[in-house]
């Protein structure tokens, strides 16, 4: 049998040939089937990427999806996580597309080692100056990217894993522990909420939150048929997330709670019980808050809409602001020191599940 030969009179071996715009291509098939082509300017370029092709085969890591980029692992992953949440895959990808995308999107997966991962969240810290918190969110945006390209047989080690523990060591970065705001504390918010013009408007909320241990967004999506005043218990079963949910503009969405822990029921004490009753009454000559099919949430905004979790975020920041400022002036006034309360999140009100 003749043997092909190029313009130069080199043999050409099975599945190399010469294109008639003078470029090289080796055609092969990986181990799942397919059929591929590479192509090269010149023979010897061709011959090293079929010597990596052949160890590919060899090794049992030629498939398919060999040339797979990050960002195209990246779409395959988030179409096989449909489990999360709107708000948590909002979140997920927000940080994968504005600090991982830039950089890592276009690169092979293949060829992404341990130190480039490395390097990659050192100029996260050094660089962009980033916080443990923001830099974690990237680490769980990457790492199932290349969990499954193991999986998939594309590469053999996982390049991400162990980096982000070697990190925070490294800059010995910890997560700052939001604890429980001090009794007292608490007592002076409720104490100034209860008589402020401005900020009288959320005691009821305030107190709800931290007499029941629920999650805001558990709060925002309350309706009164969740509430029990027969038996004196609460029915927690969905939350509201303030999300775009693949949209273009953020709304507001009942889901399912956090976990699957989350559906419970708590009882009601006395002082609660209290607040909700007055927090009824002065819905009497109100409209439901309604928001979609949903209707009769037990807090909602001048709009007549339920709160969001970032609204009451926002306004328990004002609050403390508010307290501090008339705590200060107070304090001038009476010649004493002030007592001022550093932050009060909606979050560290779970753990007090103080009785006033």
Known sequence: MKKRKDKYGRVLKEGENLRNDGRYQYRYKTIDNKCKIVYARTLDELRVKEQEIQNDLYNGFCNSYRNIT??????????????????????????????????????????????????????????LHLGISTMRSVNHSLTPIFKMAVRDGIIRTDPIEGVFAEIKKMYSLKQNKRLAVPKEQLKSLVSFISTSKKDGRYLNIFLTLMLTGMRVSEMCALTWNDVDFENN????????????????????????????????????????????????????????????????????????????????????????????DYETKQAETEGREPYLVDGCSPHQLRHPYVKL
Do not use: W
Request: charged letters at 25%; glycine letters at 6%.
């Open 70 to 127: 990050v960002h195209e692992m990246f779409i395959r992953c988030a179409a096989n996580r449909q489990f999360l949440k709107p708000r948590s895959r909002e979140v997920y990808e927000s940080s994968y597309n504005k600090h991982a995308k830039p950089i890592l999107g276009d690169r092979r997966i293949r060829d992404i080692k341990y130190s480039d991962m490395m390097m990659f969240f050192k100029y996260m810290r050094d660089e």
């Open 233 to 324: 218990v609460i029915h927690i079963n969905k939350s509201m997330a303030y999300t775009k949910n693949g949209g273009d503009k953020l709304i507001r969405l009942i889901q399912t709670p956090k976990t699957e822990s989350g559906i419970r029921t708590i009882p009601m004490f006395i002082g609660l019980r209290e607040v909700l009753l007055n927090q009824k009454q002065l819905q009497t000559d109100m409209p439901p808050v309604t928001c979609g099919e949903y209707s009769g949430f037990v807090f909602g905004n001048k709009n007549n809409l339920p709160y969001t979790a970032e609204s009451i975020e926002s306004a328990f920041r004002k609050i403390v602001k508010h307290y501090n």
